[in-house]
């Protein structure tokens, strides 16, 4: 085998090796995370089984939005005010 064709030959491979590696990491399903439901929330974080959350019971995100969350002011987020809260934004990619 000659240098130019060993030099073909190797080229060949990593051009196919290149387009398998990325045809497959595009192929991979990605975990979208999706947010928990009102009834996933009240099994991890009401503490009193009340059926309601109080911001002593909340944490993170709902902890720091609580006052705009709860939207009737009683204290508590309930399942209807939690629906009402706009999505968020997503990040754009870099």
Do not use: C, H, Y
């Not at 309601?52 to 969350?69: A, Q, R």
Request: hydrophobic share 30%.
């Amino acid at each position: 085998m000659n240098n130019s064709t060993f030099k073909k030959t190797i080229l060949t491979f990593g051009i196919a090796v290149l387009v398998l590696n990325s045809s497959f990491g595009q192929s991979e399903k990605r975990e979208q995370k999706t947010p928990p439901t009102f009834s996933e929330l009240l099994k991890e974080l009401d503490k009193d089984e009340d059926g309601l959350l109080s911001k002593t019971e909340v944490k993170g995100p709902l902890k720091e939005g609580f006052s705009e969350i709860d939207t009737d002011e009683d204290s508590f987020i309930s399942e209807e005010e939690l629906k009402k809260v706009p999505k968020p934004k997503r990040r754009k990619r870099d």
